[in-house]
């Protein structure tokens, strides 16, 4: 009986390579990483959610990924922290970056990320948290003042 177990808990999906996997994906990733590399991160059919996308498959979510290269200048993510648990993960991260329009010091946005793996150790949900009012439009330069006004305004 003990074998069985054994041969199961070996068979068991390693969700902490994948894990690592995803880390070091983000962490190092490039327009050109963003665009082979995938595959090798997320399931064909994952579903992919942040504030301003809800998307699913590999290529759908492939041109979210390399937008951001487009977008900001020097694009790159800092994960603080990250969690397993089963076959699901929760990883804090600092996104780095300066914007091409508006300003030459370099911008952060903190957020988090939870992920659930399949069998296969390949992200098939990934949901991204983060407060897109406070860490991107009160950063620009006119949107930015209305939204801190509003902000005001909403604490009194």
């Excluded at 997320?42 to 301003?52: G, I, Q, T």
């Excluded at 508006?102 to 949900?125: H, K, P, S, W």
């Excluded at 407060?131 to 006119?142: C, I, M, Q, R």
Aim: aromatic share 12%.
């Amino acid at each position: 009986m003990n074998e069985s177990i054994n041969s199961a808990a070996n068979q068991a999906p390693d969700h902490q390579a994948a894990l690592e996997n995803v880390v070091r994906f983000f962490e190092t990733m490039t327009v050109e990483s963003a665009q082979t590399q995938l595959p090798y991160i997320y399931a064909e059919n994952a579903s992919f959610k942040d504030p301003f996308n809800e998307v699913r498959g590999l290529p759908a979510i492939e041109p979210l990924f390399t937008h951001m290269f487009v977008q900001v200048q020097n694009p790159r993510f800092v994960i603080t922290t990250h969690i397993l648990q089963g076959n699901q993960a929760f990883i804090t991260w600092d996104f780095l970056f300066h914007m091409k329009r508006y300003a030459r010091e370099e911008q952060c946005i903190r957020g988090a990320t939870q992920l659930r793996f399949n069998d296969a150790g390949l992200v098939e949900m990934h949901r991204d948290f983060w407060d897109a009012a406070e860490e991107l439009y009160e950063k620009l330069p006119v949107v930015g003042s209305l939204m801190r006004v509003l902000k005001m305004i909403a604490r009194k």
